[in-house]
């Protein structure tokens, strides 16, 4: 009995450890960024790997959210529209609104 035990034990601690390890795992998280007054708020935004990121045009005209590395491109975000991405990699994406290059955000994907 005390052996059929231990093998039990022995046996399910590789899907104990598993399980604690999925379930430590962060779980995705939608993030916003604002288009409003020509503004990207919040101009930095730092996010997870797997999280995604909905901007959402507050402004009477057009915007873009476009990676100057060629991360990501929403194209034009109409006024009260909203475009997202899920960015595929890590790394530091700085992005600008190609209708008013003055508009400028940094997203970091850890």
Known sequence: ???ALMLA???LLPIAGS???AASAPKPVTHTVAIDGTT???AELTINLGDTVVWVNKDPFPHTATSKTGGFDSRAIQPTKTW???PAKAGTFDYVCLFHPTMKGVL???
């Open 9 to 11: 034990v022995v046996l």
């Open 19 to 21: 399980l604690r390890t």
């Open 84 to 86: 997202k991405v899920k």
């Open 40 to 42: 990207f708020v919040p």
């Open 108 to 110: 970091r994907v850890k």
């Open 1 to 3: 009995m005390r052996r």
